[in-house]
């Protein structure tokens, strides 16, 4: 594929990728948001199980990334990161999965994998802890350091809110504007003019 070509692809996914025409559409946020109390846990269950009174609290390790937005612990458990959305690792060609990821998908996740991998997270679930997959939903924690925020001020992942878990959602939508404003990741003045 020649220069032309990729960048040509790079553009027209980065328009549909800011539109919001990924996955989930995006939330409006009116009024005051009452958010409910957030549990830190550490699950020391098997993989799937809901986490336990026993399992509140405490530090779990990152085995691995997966992407910019998806680990696995150390007991198997794979999170998905509540309010964000990287550009994914794999992506459908003809139906088929292909290796080839989506433009800055590489940045957000070694972003992500500097951030986390092999060290103590803390996480912290919001209304809803487990997707369609069942993977664990939640805020990462590395120290104090929120890792969902980082992510979002680097520039490389979009915030995608999916109610009722909206914990962090003024401060996600602040980063992402910074981030904008700032022209950092999928927020450059040339992505930026990819869309319409």
């Known amino acids: ?31 005051p948001i009452l958010f409910l109390s957030v549990v830190s846990i550490q699950v020391n269950a098997e993989p799937g199980a809901e986490p336990t009174p026993a399992d509140l609290g405490g530090l779990i390790a990152v085995k691995r990334v997966i992407d910019g937005d998806t680990i ?35 940045e957000a996740t070694a972003l992500n994998r500097r951030l986390v991998e092999g060290r103590p ?5 919001d209304r809803e802890s487990r997707d369609r997959y ?17 992510l979002i001020s680097s520039g490389y992942v979009q915030v995608r809110l999916h109610p009722p878990n909206l914990r962090y959602a003024d401060l996600f939508m602040k980063l992402q504007a910074e981030a904008l404003a700032h022209h950092r990741g999928l927020w450059t003045s040339e992505s930026r003019k990819s869309t319409p």
């Open 134 to 150: 069942h993977r664990l939903l939640a805020y990462v924690f590395v120290k104090d350091r929120l890792v969902n925020a980082e």
């Open 72 to 106: 696995e612990l150390v007991n198997g458990e794979m999170v998905r990161y509540l309010g964000i959305d990287a550009p994914e690792m794999r992506r459908k060609v003809h139906g088929r999965w292909v290796e080839s990821g989506e433009p800055y998908a590489v």
């Open 1 to 31: 594929m020649d220069q032309k070509t990729g960048e040509s692809q790079k553009k027209a996914f980065l328009s549909r990728f800011l539109r919001g025409g990924r996955r989930f559409p995006p939330v409006v946020l009116l009024g």
């Open 121 to 125: 997270v803390r996480l912290e679930l």
